[in-house]
């Protein structure tokens, strides 16, 4: 199940990446319009259901509209915000071009200015998390009210047209580390806005935000530092804790090392790195284990597999049922990567099913079950912390967790769904070259449910307000000592 969410990966920490400028050259209307007709004919043919979310009607006639709006040379990163805004109609989260916001990463490296709102939505609140202003007017903790007169629940609903998601908790969850992007997307390059926020005193206050680089968004964070959590998700970290309590983060499911578009999915260094762990947890009599699965990107179910066998006690596998659609888009990107790597088993697998039927077709394809490891096994309690920002696989991992009963799990639920669109591959558009990403298959979760919802915690802890400590954590903490006295072990 290789269904990583990339689109973070040049969001988080964005601004302080220097990445390599985009070409800039124009297209011409008619090509530009050729490369539209070219995006919706191959989503149509490879995404697994384009019109799950949205009807055919309702996709064409959109479609359309956009292509009849261009009536000159266009710019590749127009073209592309336009491209992302037509594949992002379906609201599927695992289909997107990431391309008009490498571009505009870009163009920041380059000296290019950006509305600086940083936020983050809690409920029907946005909440600035970084001051945005010299002056000091609009600081972190300030809610944020209007932008150019108009409430910021409908420029929320505004830059979800560019944001591809099944829903508006992930859409909005992803706005948080994208916002300026965004409202770039929608105004183009602009002096400034007009902000309203509510400080944290209650007392509103209005005025005008000009655009910065980012040299000045550095000076403003020098000036008015926020509390920040020093954490990196993205490593893998195990610990024993107070309490004798296990601590596992095992990172993103996946290598960082890859293949152009395509992540590395070689096991064996997290397989080292987590067979170590459950060795030492087991060796140090651990009762309970943490497993942080928070802003997780997700990644491969052969690396989250790995780790759930060490403390499965029955047989398992990700999903109640996994079907595929094949296409041509699919055979050629399969036989790309198996020209580019030595391909394992599963790839092997997966590309003769393909091979196998003819394009349009959807066809289950079997997933073995995933057995308990023999011998050394961990049998301690299993608690997953998740959050909003838990996606694709680490959202599937601690569903498969819930749904098996393998542990219980803590935090928020996530802005990702395990029963979903997934699996995803790409292909070229011919005139720019961008890449589409597309779902190939439909995953439904272990318990079967179909529902369009999140992994939804066992116990919920809230989302603190930005804090240089890990509250989260402590909280976990406490409820697991809680739990341990009422059924020690």
Same mark, same amino acid.
């Given at each position: ?52 979310? @949205? @009807? ?30 037509? @594949? ?32 983050? *939505? ?29 409430? *910021? ?59 910065? @680089? ?59 790195? *987590? ?12 009762? !309970? ?154 995953? *439904?979760?272990?318990?079967? !449910? ?23 954590? !402590? ?15």
């Amino acid at each position: 199940m290789r269904t990583v969410i990339v689109l973070l990966a040049c969001l988080v920490g964005w601004m302080e990446v220097a990445v390599a400028a985009p070409a800039s050259d124009a297209l011409s209307a008619s090509a530009a319009r050729a490369e539209i007709r070219a995006l919706y004919s191959g989503l149509r043919s490879a995404h697994y259901d384009l019109f799950a979310q @949205t @009807t055919e009607a309702e996709y064409s006639a959109f479609v359309a509209r956009e292509a009849d709006a261009i009536h000159g040379p266009v710019s590749r990163q127009d073209l592309a915000i336009t491209l992302q805004k037509i @594949t992002a109609f379906g609201h599927v989260g695992h289909a997107r071009l990431d391309a008009p916001t490498h571009n505009a990463v870009a163009a920041f490296a380059q000296g290019a200015r950006f509305i600086p709102l940083f936020i983050r *939505v809690d409920g029907d609140k946005v909440i600035l998390v970084e001051t945005a202003d010299r002056q000091g007017r609009f600081q972190a903790g300030s809610e944020l009210i209007a932008l150019n007169g108009q409430p *910021v629940g409908q420029w929320l609903e505004r830059l979800s047209r560019y944001v591809s998601a099944e829903r508006a908790y992930m859409a909005h969850t992803l706005m948080e580390q994208s916002f300026p992007i965004l409202l770039g997307f929608e105004l183009g390059d602009v002096e400034g806005v007009t902000v309203r926020v509510r400080d944290q005193q209650g007392e509103p206050i209005t005025g005008e935000l000009r655009a910065i @680089t980012l040299a000045e968004r550095a000076a403003i964070r020098a000036s008015y530092p926020a509390p920040a959590l020093a954490v990196n998700f993205s490593s893998r970290s195990f610990q024993i804790l107070p309490d004798r309590i296990g601590y596992l983060r095992p990172g993103p499911f996946m290598e960082a090392s890859g293949t152009g578009a395509d992540p590395n999915y070689d096991v064996s260094a997290f397989a080292t790195f *987590v067979d170590d762990a459950f060795q030492q947890a087991i060796g140090a009599g651990i009762p !309970d284990l943490i497993i942080d699965l928070r802003n997780n990107p997700g990644g491969d179910n052969s690396f989250s597999d790995h780790m759930v066998a060490w403390f499965a006690d029955r047989p398992f596998r990700f999903a109640s049922s996994f079907t595929l659609r094949a296409s041509a888009q699919s055979k050629a990107w399969y036989q790309r990567r198996q020209a580019q790597v030595q391909a394992d088993d599963t790839l092997r697998a997966l590309a003769d099913a393909e091979a196998a039927q003819a394009n349009g077709t959807r066809y289950a394809y079997p997933l073995p079950w995933v057995e308990p490891r023999q011998g050394q096994r961990y049998s301690g309690r299993v608690h997953v912390l998740v959050n909003r920002h838990s996606y694709s696989n680490a959202a599937s991992t601690a569903a498969m967790i819930q749904d098996y009963g393998f542990g219980r799990i803590l935090g928020e639920e996530t802005a990702d769904v395990p029963t979903t669109y997934a699996s995803v591959l790409n292909f070229e558009l011919p005139e720019t070259g961008f890449l589409v990403t597309y779902p190939k298959s439909r995953i *439904v979760r272990p318990n079967g !449910d179909e529902t369009v919802r999140g992994v939804v915690p066992d116990i919920a802890i809230d989302r603190p307000r930005p804090d240089a400590r890990d509250v989260v954590l !402590d909280r976990a903490l406490s409820l697991v000592l809680q739990d341990r006295d009422r059924s020690p072990r």
